[in-house]
């Protein structure tokens, strides 16, 4: 230690300042600032201690962290930048990742779980996100296979339990690395590796620094872990060694188990570290915290005893910090049953698992015998408010996966337990009404009451918009079309009248509902607008010239002002339904081409991306295209073009679109027609680009025949233009094909079979060419 104040310094009192000595004092001594003073002479104030001796224990490595920290790192950030927009592309990058050890990925899987139980409404989107990593780490590359020495036959920690004259034997490790901190070498061959390793030499360790390093060799030798590495600069060997005893102290994994087959070993070594595994460990950790609800509720307790004892502001204080620890387990916890959810509907975890937790959550044990199976209650059998939050959650999560027939008799018990606590008065209304909703959801087959907000991207988002913005316009010209608006009872419409939106026989435009008027309606539900101009009583329509219930003066009707007089007649009484304009193409918003073809796309994506919803379908075809004449055959060409070169799940959507808006009248035959003759006269333009073109016409052709859109003889017609005979034998032979695919072989040979087609086709191609096409697929 320092010099200085010896032994007349006393307890309680400032230490004296230092002495100084010649020669070794001051800053720049060894024994600090105040110098070291030479005591050899002096006795120790105590001299009853044990001599320090060298025992055998020499260098060990210690394990190096700084790539983990740098993984971690890395993931916490693309998670914490991933959204539905950006999933695939952060998701991919996070699965780019090369997990080098099971601590790697179990890092990985912590850092996700975390994330997902923080954020459980996007649940789905991070389960989803698990699934992918399983499929790219089912090989589990980071596990070695050792050879080793030792004897599997010995007793666990013998002393010596190697056998030198015996069969190799083999372990696993799923934590092997090459970044070593320190390392011993360089070394001119393996074997050196291996004589320096058990022979006990006091080889002094060096840094490892920037120098790569890649694996060469792993074995257990005489009792000692060798990990043997070589320099890929200059070819030289490098190691790490140290006794087996040391192996947890050194931060190295081991599989407690010695195989005596390399295979044995390796497959126990993929069963052990494989991604779901490893998953359900965690799933099983988190679901087992519900116990820290246990260490709440005793601190809850202690708190009361003490509540007496403590002022008003460190109750509230208490109070606060119980209440936001109550509320953090409740999310986690929460946040976890919805995400095992969501990873059961993905496959990821087994139906096993998940009774495992319902019975959890209800308490319920099962009790089996030779060939029965039933249910009782836990001896614990109390279920706080979580617990039932927790478990209406869950089903509502996996209910309609989990609700099949192989399951019938747990879900019956389930049921009843869950029909008993719906009507019992000493649970909360909360929990009782929840129940209540389960079972009602149950019997409805799963349906939920309301939307569960999930994970969106912003097209998804401005799709949703769009479509609420629809049904409002639908719904306004709704209540103009009844008998309240366009010219009903009173004066200019009566009660509720906008603008008599396609109400009126001039048309006009339900916005100008008259914004610029003002006035005041009396309780008979006429309407009095006063112009400041003398125009008297007039309509809220008295923008829309030749509407019905136009009867106020505007400067855009024709003729005179109308005289002033107390009382008017009428007008007559509308229907409270009209009838569409026929054949829904008139009296929408007239559209520029490129705006179609805009609004098609969005109608194919919101098609794809909304469960195929034929309503929506024909809702977004009426209130966006039916003001356009030329809408339907349009959207036929653009489908038809870009089924040239889009995705098979695209192709099949937009085949599907145009089937049901030509079944439900909003495409005529000239749509169908005149598009899809150009793709034909001009298929083998399409082919350079595409050459799976003509059986993607194929596909375009078949439903159309099937529905009479189009027949053979326009079929033969058209392709009759094209000039390369192989060209015409493909298009009839794949135009075959398809709609056996699509509609069946009764249907094909009803289109293809008659004797007018059979000749039409037999004219085209030659009776030897069709015959053979004939016989081949009719």
Same mark, same amino acid.
Request: aromatic share 8%.
């Given at each position: ?20 000595v ?16 030479? *005591? ?68 990985m ?7 997902a ?51 190799a ?7 092997v ?38 694996? *060469? ?62 998953l ?24 009361k ?28 916890m929460?946040?976890?049953?919805? &995400? ?5 509907k ?27 199976l ?5 001896e ?7 617990? *039932? ?5 869950? &089903? ?25 606590l ?22 409805k087959?799963?349906?939920l ?15 949703e918009a ?8 639908q ?7 009844g ?11 009566? !009660? ?13 435009d ?18 009095h ?14 923008r ?23 009382? +008017? ?34 109608? !194919? ?38 089924? +040239? ?26 749509d ?6 150009? +793709?034909v ?14 059986? &993607? ?8 025949l099937? +529905?009479?859109a ?43 079979g ?7 086709m ?17």
């Amino acid at each position: 230690g320092g010099g200085g104040g010896g032994s007349d310094w006393q307890r309680g009192k400032a230490p004296p300042p230092p002495r100084p000595v010649a020669g070794r004092g001051g800053r720049g001594g060894r024994g600090g600032r105040g110098g070291r003073h030479n *005591h050899q002479n002096e006795p120790f104030p105590d001299d009853d201690f044990d001599p320090l001796v060298s025992n055998a224990n020499r260098w060990v490595p210690s394990k190096d962290n700084s790539v983990m920290a740098k993984v971690e790192k890395q993931v916490k950030g693309l998670l914490n930048k991933i959204t539905k927009e950006k999933f695939d592309r952060l998701a991919g990058q996070l699965c780019d990742i090369q997990i080098k050890s099971y601590d790697m990925l179990t890092l990985m899987i912590r850092l996700v779980y975390e994330k997902a139980i923080g954020e459980p409404n996007f649940s789905d989107m991070y389960a989803n996100l698990c699934y992918q990593l399983s499929q790219r780490v089912k090989k589990s590359p980071f596990i070695q296979i050792i050879q080793s020495d030792e004897d599997p036959m010995a007793e666990p920690g013998a002393e010596c339990n190697y056998d030198e004259g015996g069969s190799a034997s083999f372990r696993w490790s799923n934590d092997v690395s090459t970044s070593d901190a320190e390392i011993l070498g360089p070394f001119e061959s393996e074997d050196q590796c291996v004589d320096v390793a058990i022979g006990n030499d006091d080889t002094d360790p060096i840094k490892r620094g920037e120098m790569e390093l890649s694996l *060469h060799r792993l074995l257990i030798k005489r009792g000692n872990f060798i990990k043997i590495m070589q320099s890929q600069a200059d070819g030289k060997f490098y190691m790490v060694c140290f006794p087996l005893s040391k192996a947890e102290e050194c931060g190295q994994q081991l599989s407690t188990k010695i195989f005596t087959s390399e295979i044995e070993c390796q497959n126990d070594a993929t069963k052990m570290n494989t991604f779901k595994r490893s998953l359900l460990n965690k799933c099983e950790d988190e679901f087992n915290k519900q116990d820290i609800y246990k260490d709440w509720k005793e601190e809850m307790k202690e708190y009361k005893k003490l509540k007496l004892t403590l002022s008003e502001s460190e109750q509230k204080e208490r109070e606060e910090e119980l209440e936001f620890r109550r509320m953090k387990i409740k999310k986690q916890m929460l946040g976890n049953i919805k &995400f095992i959810g969501e990873l059961y509907k993905l496959g990821m975890l087994k139906e096993k698992i998940m009774r495992f937790c319902i019975q959890s959550l209800l308490k319920l044990e099962e009790v089996r015998g030779a060939d029965y199976l039933r249910f009782k209650n836990v001896e614990d059998d109390e279920m706080d408010e979580e617990d *039932h939050e927790a478990l209406c959650n869950l &089903f509502i999560t996996i209910g309609s996966t989990i609700d099949n027939p192989k399951a019938a008799v747990y879900m019956q018990a389930y049921f009843q337990k869950i029909h008993v606590l719906g009507e019992d008065q000493s649970l909360s209304s909360r929990s009782r009404f929840a129940y209540q909703d389960l079972i009602d959801m149950r019997a409805k087959g799963w349906k939920l009451r309301r939307k569960v907000e999930t994970a969106k991207t912003l097209e998804e988002i401005r799709k949703e918009a769009e479509k609420e913005e629809r049904m409002q316009q639908q719904q306004s010209m709704q209540n103009n079309y009844g008998g309240r608006g366009g010219g009903g009872r009173g004066r200019g419409g009566g !009660r509720g009248d906008k603008g008599g939106y396609r109400g009126g026989r001039g048309g006009g435009d339900y916005r100008n509902d008259n914004r610029e008027s003002g006035g005041r309606r009396d309780n008979r539900g006429y309407d009095h607008q006063y112009d400041n101009r003398g125009g008297g009583r007039g309509s809220r329509n008295d923008r829309n010239d030749g509407g019905r219930g136009n009867y106020g003066y505007s400067p855009n009707n024709r003729g005179p002002p109308p005289m002033p007089s107390a009382r +008017m007649a009428p007008p007559p009484v509308a229907p409270k339904i009209l009838s569409p304009p026929p054949g829904g193409r008139s009296g929408g918003q007239q559209f520029a081409k490129d705006k179609i073809e805009t609004r098609a796309k969005n109608m !194919r994506d919101e098609f794809m991306n909304e469960g195929r919803d034929e309503k929506e379908l024909l809702l977004t075809m009426d209130e966006n295209l039916s003001g356009n004449p030329d809408a339907g055959s349009i959207i036929v060409q653009l489908y038809a073009d870009q089924s +040239m070169d889009c995705k098979a799940p695209m192709r099949k959507a937009m085949i599907d679109i145009l089937t049901i808006l030509y079944k439900a009248g909003k495409l005529t035959k000239s749509d169908v027609e005149v598009p899809m003759a150009d +793709m034909v006269e001009f298929i083998d333009s399409f082919v350079v680009d595409s050459p799976g073109a003509i059986g &993607f016409l194929g596909e375009l052709l078949a439903p159309f025949l099937d +529905m009479k859109a189009l027949d053979i003889k326009w079929l033969c017609e058209k392709t009759s233009m094209l000039m390369n005979k192989d060209d015409q034998k493909k298009v009839i032979h794949n135009a075959i094909v398809e709609m056996k695919k699509a509609c069946g072989d009764g249907a094909t040979r009803a289109v293809f079979g008659g004797p007018n087609e059979v000749k039409a086709m037999e004219k085209l191609l030659g009776a030897g060419e069709f015959q053979a096409i004939a016989a081949q697929c009719l």
